[in-house]
Antibody, heavy 125, light 108 residues
């Protein structure tokens, strides 16, 4: 069974940094685009970023561009999100996701077929 | 950015009844690129429907999706006790990918 397990969440002050990790198992990690989706407390889901199989293409929601960096390590079947200059509005549960593309480019034509339970990130002073 | 509006916010029904959830887009969603997810509290969302009407692997046939353009519907034909959860729609016709605000199906 496909499993995605996030780690690295926690409490951080505004302006601080945090690195999330996601360990994948039971599928060929290097064959799939991967992504992050977050959910603020009491709010809906929000796409954050996704990354191509070998890491050559990355896409971000405007609100995190220049502050967050998505990356991956295919040898260790891991996905990462380096978050810096964190803001209070970045607070939420961050879900690691496996991506299914519906076109060759996967620029915007994708949905998420497996999700992790999420890691809680709290940005507060 | 395509804004998705889900209605109603909360749906109160009894087991065995039919549930009809709506997802309306602010612009046309190309090629019916719409997905539905179910989420239990504190758990990972689960993919139910993609391509507006295709059921994901292992999803019971009481779940069905329909619609095109700007109006989409998720129907649960006969509610089972485990179906009383929150449901989200997502469009993937353009970036940024966007989700609706969710519909909670609760036991009446």
């Amino acid at each position: 069974e496909v499993q995605l397990v996030e780690s690295g969440g926690g409490l951080v002050q505004p302006g601080g940094s945090l690195r999330l990790s996601c360990a994948a198992s039971a599928f060929t990690f290097s064959h799939y685009w991967m992504g992050w989706v977050r959910q603020a407390p009491g709010k809906g889901l929000e796409w954050v970023a996704h990354i191509k199989q070998e890491g050559s293409e990355k896409y971000y929601v405007d609100s995190v561009k220049g502050r967050f960096t998505i990356s991956r390590d295919n040898a260790n079947k891991s996905l990462y999100m380096q978050m810096s200059s964190l803001r209070v509005e970045d607070t939420g549960v961050y879900h690691c996701t496996r991506v299914r593309c519906t076109s060759t480019s996967c620029y915007g034509f994708l949905y998420f077929d497996y999700w992790g339970q999420g890691a809680l990130v709290t940005v507060s002073s | 950015e395509i804004v998705l509006t889900q209605s109603p916010g909360t749906l109160s029904l009894s087991p065995g009844e039919r549930a009809t959830l709506s997802c309306r887009a602010s612009q046309t969603v190309s090629s019916s690129n719409l997905a539905w997810y179910q989420q239990k509290p504190g758990q990972a969302p689960r993919l139910l429907i993609y391509g507006a009407s295709s059921r994901a692997t292992g999803i019971p046939d009481r779940f069905s999706g329909s619609g095109s353009g700007t109006d989409f519907t998720l129907t649960i034909s006969r509610l089972e006790p485990e179906d009383f959860e929150v449901y989200h729609c997502q469009q993937y016709g353009s970036l940024p990918l966007t989700f609706g605000g969710g519909t909670k199906v609760e036991i009446k």
